[in-house]
């Protein structure tokens, strides 16, 4: 696993506390369904859009040289019915040239391994990339934030049953150890086409700034991604 004081050595290396840029992002990828409604697609149409956003806000998370950038990008709600497609996009990053010439690790949270139909293509793209420590992509799939921390608290009891934690040794810093997300530094901006909070990162998320783009993901394209950062420049 990235520790997290190795990518608080890569954030000093890099420019974009000077050009105040967040080093951390979370997208939100939310609105495929809704897309599809709308503009009478199917919703593999409004996937493979969804997927060729990603990957083009991806190429320019490394032109603006942020260090992590984490996307929720299959919910609950749709995740059986997307598998196969979500698996195809994987394959797809995997043989991208902008994930290798770049050095970016992709790591993927939440509980990813109910879903059998992307089993096999995300424990590749993990263990392909592991090495990578240039730029950090996190894709949150079957993830919930509350469910995040709640797993954090069983940890630590565990640890307390096994008597290698007392409880008046529980603190905020052992909290984020004990997450998913040990190793991100904290998120400092969000955005979201939805008004209502994701909660991703929930725990790593105070103080962070969210940007609306009022846009069904599939309308997100890169110029939106860019004017995001700009809002949050400002």
Not at 23 to 50: F, M, P, Q, R
Not at 52 to 59: G, S, T
Not at 214 to 220: A, G, H, Q, S, T
Request: hydrophobic share 40%; charged share 35%.
């Amino acid at each position: 696993m990235v520790k997290l004081d190795f990518i608080q050595n890569l954030l000093r290396e890099r420019n974009v506390q000077e050009k105040n840029l967040p080093k951390h992002i979370v997208l939100d990828s939310y609105g495929a369904v809704k897309w599809a409604e709308k503009n009478n697609k199917t919703i593999k149409e409004a996937y493979k859009k969804k997927f060729e956003n990603i990957k083009e806000i991806i190429k320019l998370q490394v032109e603006k040289e942020i260090p992590i950038l984490t996307i929720n990008l299959l919910s609950k709600e749709t995740k059986e019915d997307m598998g196969e497609s979500v698996a195809g996009f994987f394959d797809e990053l995997m043989n991208d040239d902008t994930i290798r010439k770049n050095k970016i690790r992709i790591t993927v949270i939440g509980k990813w391994y109910d879903i059998s139909k992307i089993v096999e293509p995300v424990k590749k793209i993990m263990e392909d990339t592991k090495a990578y420590d240039s730029f950090f992509v996190n894709f949150c799939i079957n993830y919930d934030g509350q469910e995040e921390i709640l797993d954090s608290l069983r940890v630590m009891a565990k640890k307390i049953e096994m008597q290698k934690l007392k409880s008046d040794e529980i603190t905020k810093e052992e909290i984020k150890d004990n997450l998913y997300s040990s190793y991100f530094v904290p998120v400092e901006m969000i955005i979201q086409g939805r008004r209502n909070f994701l909660g991703v990162l929930l725990w790593d998320s105070v103080n962070a700034k969210i940007v609306f783009s009022n846009k069904l993901f599939p309308d997100f394209a890169g110029k939106d991604f860019l004017r995001a950062l700009e809002e949050y420049q400002e």
